[in-house]
């Protein structure tokens, strides 16, 4: 069982950053692949960032070259840092966690709105 929340979501305007964190708890976490994934109105529910305990990430390509995603595996945490945020990226994103043989986690998820 994992237990994963969310923080640090919110308003910013256009162009501006945010950083999001995760807390995760109650499995090993190192042995998760542990994502974000975002959710806009009338949208389906799509992958932001993923990160292998390892370090190696993937990035949708709405994302690249302006979010990294990173995870501590020593604090259980994993982040993803959202610079030149744009209106389109107004979601609420949800920290996401699996692994071979195990179900999905999700966390409750954290707003961001992106608006002048």
């Known amino acids: 069982q994992v237990q994963l929340v969310e923080s640090g979501g ?3 305007q256009p162009g501006g950053s945010l950083r999001l964190s995760c807390a995760a708890s109650g499995s090993i ?3 998760y692949v542990m994502g974000w994934y975002r959710q806009a109105p009338g949208k389906q529910r799509e992958l932001v960032a ?3 305990s390892g ?3 993937n990035y949708a390509g709405f994302v690249k070259g302006r979010f990294t995603i990173s ?3 020593a604090k259980n945490m994993v982040y993803l840092q959202m610079n030149s945020l744009k209106p389109e ?4 994103y ?3 966690a699996i692994r071979s043989g195990a179900p999905p986690y999700w966390g409750q998820g954290t707003q961001v709105t992106v608006s002048s």
């Open 94 to 96: 949800y920290c996401h």
């Open 89 to 92: 990226d107004t979601a609420v």
């Open 55 to 57: 370090g190696w990430a």
């Open 29 to 31: 976490f190192s042995m």
């Open 10 to 12: 919110g308003l910013v």
């Open 71 to 73: 995870r501590d595996n």
């Open 50 to 52: 993923n990160i292998a």
